[in-house]
């Protein structure tokens, strides 16, 4: 059963139905669960996934052995911050994001509908994400662009070669209208951003997270609303079920040159509205009206959470300071440690607070040949030996 998470009204998960007839995204009833012990995080969380998930045997084609990412102790940023930090590393997922999380239970929720084609509507992780695992269970894939996409947006994409249709029109109107072919048509499944089952797959990031962590804070770069909620909803569940004493803090961030989320909870306003002309180097998390916004803001009110964003040229900063730390991230998954800075310094987060935050995507995603040519010196072989005594 699919419930609307504003209004209420219910659908049945037996079609590809992704939004309420009131505009706002819909989602898989929660049943409590009990955590099993070994196996994946799919197995040792199988309770917590709705019945035609559980039916499906998660070791099958689907998979590319997606989630059970590090988490990882920074030292050097933790005391900067003054803060235990952890950074959730989700850049070593099968395509590089966390976005196979969502997709492996999209696609297992596709396969059951009987879905032929898989489409989805992204130029970027998204689409990479399903393009690759379209392939890996045999479907037809096609990916929505809009018309003005650059080569360098496509080559990943075009790496798995799913059929990339050009679209001429508005491309946030496109989300909706390609929603609307495949509730008409079994056959063709969009798995888009904030989908239900996406958020499925996007609950075992809370998993993860509270069997490696205990935080106080959780971070969460945010563009659709689709990963909030997601780590939101398996929060809640683990809470439901008894597993967790305390839901952590959620903490959206945007980037300030597109954060319609942002500039609704500062005006206290319970609904978005389109952010005109995204400007931001964090292309990945500017989404100018974000489905799950209105969604988002409802949980931040719920759970006292926190909601900032930060500019570019702290995202850039914060980049640099999660490479310093072993880590290459693209610059929206950046913003995370990026906000930490006047969260600590506005009293937000408190001295010593466990923190965790999502590093979404690699940064070989977002190669901009911008790196600062002066770092790096020219020498001859002859002088190799002479460099390093000089080094040493
Ligand atoms: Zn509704």
């Given at each position: 059963?699919?419930?609307?998470?504003?209004?209420?009204?219910?659908?049945?998960?037996?079609?590809?139905?992704?939004?309420c007839r009131?505009?706002?995204?819909?989602?898989?009833?929660?049943?409590?669960?009990?955590?099993?012990?070994?196996?994946?995080?799919?197995?040792?969380?199988?309770?917590?996934?709705?019945?035609?998930?559980?039916?499906?045997?998660?070791?099958?084609?689907?998979?590319?052995?997606?989630?059970?990412?590090?988490?990882?102790?920074?030292?050097?940023?933790?005391?900067?911050?003054?803060?235990?930090?952890?950074?959730?590393?989700?850049?070593?997922?099968?395509?590089?994001?966390?976005?196979?999380?969502?997709?492996?239970?999209?696609?297992?929720?596709?396969?059951?509908?009987?879905?032929?084609?898989?489409?989805?509507?992204?130029?970027?992780?998204?689409?990479?994400?399903?393009?690759?695992?379209?392939?890996?269970?045999?479907?037809?894939?096609?990916?929505?662009?809009?018309?003005?996409i650059s080569?360098?947006?496509?080559?990943?994409?075009?790496?798995?070669?799913?059929?990339?249709?050009?679209?001429?029109?508005?491309?946030?109107?496109?989300?909706?209208?390609?929603?609307?072919?495949?509730?008409?048509?079994?056959?063709?499944?969009?798995?888009?951003?904030?989908?239900?089952?996406?958020?499925?797959?996007?609950?075992?990031?809370?998993?993860?997270?509270?069997?490696?962590?205990?935080?106080?804070?959780?971070?969460?770069?945010?563009?659709?609303?689709?990963?909030?909620?997601?780590?939101?909803?398996?929060?809640?569940?683990?809470?439901?079920?008894?597993?967790?004493?305390?839901?952590?803090?959620?903490?959206?961030?945007?980037?300030?040159?597109?954060?319609?989320?942002?500039?609704?909870?500062?005006?206290?306003?319970?609904?978005?509205?389109?952010?005109?002309?995204?400007?931001?180097?964090?292309?990945?998390?500017?989404?100018?009206?974000?489905?799950?916004?209105?969604?988002?803001?409802?949980?931040?009110?719920?759970?006292?959470?926190?909601?900032?964003?930060?500019?570019?040229?702290?995202?850039?900063?914060?980049?640099?300071?999660?490479?310093?730390?072993?880590?290459?991230?693209?610059?929206?998954?950046?913003?995370?440690?990026?906000?930490?800075?006047?969260?600590?310094?506005?009293?937000?987060?408190?001295?010593?607070?466990?923190?965790?935050?999502?590093?979404?995507?690699?940064?070989?995603?977002?190669?901009?040949?911008?790196?600062?040519?002066?770092?790096?010196?020219?020498?001859?072989i002859s002088?190799?030996?002479?460099?390093?005594?000089?080094?040493?």
């Open positions: 059963m699919l419930r609307c998470v504003a209004c209420g009204k219910e659908y049945s998960s037996k079609k590809s139905r992704q939004i009131c505009g706002e995204p819909l989602e898989v009833e929660h049943i409590p669960g009990k955590i099993a012990s070994g196996g994946t995080v799919w197995k040792r969380f199988r309770d917590f996934f709705p019945q035609e998930m559980k039916e499906t045997d998660l070791r099958d084609l689907h998979t590319l052995s997606e989630g059970e990412t590090p988490t990882i102790k920074v030292d050097e940023l933790s005391e900067i911050y003054d803060v235990d930090l952890y950074l959730k590393n989700e850049t070593v997922n099968p395509t590089w994001s966390f976005k196979d999380r969502g997709t492996v239970t999209s696609l297992i929720h596709a396969s059951r509908l009987g879905a032929k084609t898989i489409g989805t509507v992204s130029t970027g992780n998204m689409a990479s994400s399903v393009a690759a695992y379209g392939n890996r269970l045999g479907s037809k894939t096609v990916v929505l662009v809009p018309e003005d080569d360098r947006k496509l080559e990943q994409i075009a790496a798995y070669d799913p059929l990339i249709l050009k679209v001429a029109g508005d491309y946030g109107d496109l989300f909706y209208e390609s929603l609307e072919l495949s509730a008409d048509d079994p056959e063709i499944y969009f798995s888009n951003s904030n989908s239900p089952y996406r958020i499925e797959g996007y609950k075992t990031l809370a998993f993860e997270i509270i069997e490696e962590s205990s935080p106080d804070f959780v971070i969460i770069p945010t563009s659709s609303g689709g990963l909030f909620r997601g780590v939101m909803k398996g929060l809640i569940e683990l809470k439901k079920s008894g597993i967790l004493d305390k839901i952590p803090t959620p903490v959206s961030v945007q980037a300030a040159g597109c954060s319609p989320i942002v500039r609704a909870y500062q005006g206290g306003k319970k609904k978005i509205e389109r952010w005109s002309e995204p400007g931001t180097e964090a292309g990945a998390i500017a989404n100018p009206l974000p489905p799950g916004g209105n969604e988002v803001l409802r949980k931040l009110d719920e759970h006292d959470g926190l909601c900032t964003k930060v500019s570019d040229e702290e995202i850039m900063d914060a980049q640099n300071k999660i490479a310093s730390e072993g880590i290459f991230c693209q610059p929206a998954s950046a913003v995370g440690v990026a906000a930490l800075k006047d969260l600590r310094e506005n009293g937000s987060i408190e001295k010593g607070s466990e923190v965790i935050t999502i590093i979404t995507g690699s940064g070989l995603k977002n190669l901009r040949g911008k790196f600062d040519r002066q770092r790096v010196k020219h020498i001859d002088e190799l030996k002479e460099w390093y005594e000089e080094e040493s």
